[in-house]
């Protein structure tokens, strides 16, 4: 059930790790992530929503190259690791905030954000008004669609589906201050945008993040097609 052990503060028995009233957010460790986007499509499948839905997106990003010295020795600057980004269910949400029917809800009990399909118009305003362009118009539906944190099943006492479809156990789901509190607070490395909506969001580094041999300024998204 649990994606890299029991939900902190509990042994995983019903009742004990579900907390009313508490902001709920990911991690995402990027030392552990390979790119196998199976996190997106458990979160698609679950909410039966066809190819082009993207309730978590997977970054590729890489850069850099290999520089010959003058003693003829190869250096590498070569880099490149994964981010999986799904809705990161902000405290400030712009996209409830800019939301014109308020359709788009953040749940007081868990502090998850989605829209109600019965009052959202497929305006489109929540996606241009988020920075990590989470809220997708579904095409069938002509409604807006993201990741709901698997409200119901966490409700349910269960791990959304992406936590728990992840091989690598590369995501945790939980109470974001004790995710905070286990991984740290970074929620922006390249190419995410600045955290200025107060996502709910820690990413955990891994070497090339962590290290000063590359110049991550310098990366780009290699499968610009997969997410956009
Ligand atoms: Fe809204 Fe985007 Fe934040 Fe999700 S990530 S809560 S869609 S602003």
């Keep these: 059930r649990w994606a890299r052990g029991p939900a902190p503060g509990s042994s995983g028995a019903r009742g004990l790790w579900w907390k009313p009233m508490t902001r709920y957010g990911f991690d995402f460790d990027s030392s552990r992530g390979t790119g196998c986007k199976t996190c997106g499509r458990g979160g698609k499948d679950y909410h039966d929503r066809g190819p082009d839905s993207l309730f978590r997106r ?15 020795a190869w250096n590498k600057t070569a880099f490149n690791y994964h981010l999986a980004i799904s809705c990161n269910h902000c405290d400030n949400a712009a996209c409830v905030e800019n939301c014109p029917t308020g359709a788009m809800q953040k749940d007081e009990e868990t502090g998850l954000v989605n829209s109600d399909p019965e009052v959202c118009i497929g ?62 607070d970074t929620s922006q490395v390249a190419p995410l945008p600045e955290p200025t909506t107060a996502p709910n969001l820690v990413i955990g580094s891994c070497q090339a993040i962590d290290s000063n041999t590359y110049n991550l300024d310098e990366g780009y998204i290699a499968n610009p097609l997969e997410v956009e």
């Design 58 to 72: 997977i970054y590729d990003f890489e850069g850099g190259s290999w520089e010959k010295t003058s003693e003829g």
């Design 123 to 184: 305006c489109g305003t929540c996606r241009n008004s988020c920075p990590y362009d989470a809220p997708r118009i579904d095409a069938e539906l002509s409604r807006a669609r993201k990741c709901d944190g698997c409200l119901a099943r966490v409700r349910n006492e269960e791990q959304p589906m992406c936590v728990g479809a992840c091989p690598l156990r590369a995501l945790e789901f939980g109470p974001i201050d004790e995710l905070r509190e286990k991984y740290g």
